[in-house]
């Protein structure tokens, strides 16, 4: 049993709030600590859904190894997809965006500074495009907003029938679904 400062042992844990981050803390302190102690998870029928949307930043890999839960099994099962980055719009004002992609922006070329520096530098003298444009995760989130607006649709839905399609054709990755639909044009 876990014991607090002065000896007492520990026999109940409250989680205080629901919502994903208060089902979350349960089911991991259920999934490691369950038969040590007793769990109670308390939420509030008062308050409402913040409505952020059900995503996770990269770093929650590691709950899933943490959990012991299959990552591809439960991104199938869920028809789940990869967050790619935040979009935040009129961000230092009116008709300003900034992209925080989960990804690497741009290759380092020097131990000295990140690509980082090296943009603003050539930023400076009027070369480069934009910094988003050195990021992977920030161009496939662009395609598919280009996609839907092509469609005239919602990217949730692109998202979604993507999802549907790579399911159907067991593909792990865009780039592995390109593959194979490449491969069965050329007779492969």
């Known amino acids: 049993m876990p014991k607090r400062s002065g000896g007492q042992t520990v026999r109940r844990v409250v989680v205080a709030g629901g919502g994903t981050a208060g089902w979350v803390t349960a089911t991991a302190l259920v999934r490691h600590l369950g038969p040590?102690?007793?769990i109670v998870l308390v939420?509030?029928?008062e308050i409402g859904t913040v409505g952020v949307g059900e995503s996770t930043v990269p770093t929650f890999r590691g709950f899933h190894n943490f959990m012991g839960i299959d990552e591809a099994s439960f991104m199938s099962a869920s028809r789940s997809t990869f967050k790619l980055g935040i979009e935040f719009e009129n961000w230092a004002r009116v008709g300003d965006r900034y992209i925080?992609?989960?990804g690497t922006v741009g290759k380092s070329w020097s131990w000295m500074?990140?690509?980082h520096h090296f943009w603003?530098?050539?930023r400076s003298k009027g070369l480069g495009g934009e910094l988003g444009e050195y990021c992977l995760e920030w161009v496939a989130g662009e395609a598919n907003k280009m996609i839907a607006y092509q469609l005239g649709s919602s990217m949730r839905t692109v998202e979604h029938h993507r999802a549907r399609i790579m399911d159907k054709m067991q593909a792990?990755?865009?780039p592995q679904l390109v593959r194979m639909v490449l491969g069965?044009?050329?007779g492969g």
Request: glycine residues 4%.
């Open 172 to 174: 792990g990755s865009l």
């Open 184 to 186: 069965r044009r050329d």
């Open 100 to 102: 925080h992609p989960f």
């Open 120 to 122: 603003l530098h050539a």
């Open 113 to 115: 500074a990140d690509f």
């Open 36 to 38: 040590l102690i007793d």
């Open 43 to 45: 939420e509030s029928e």
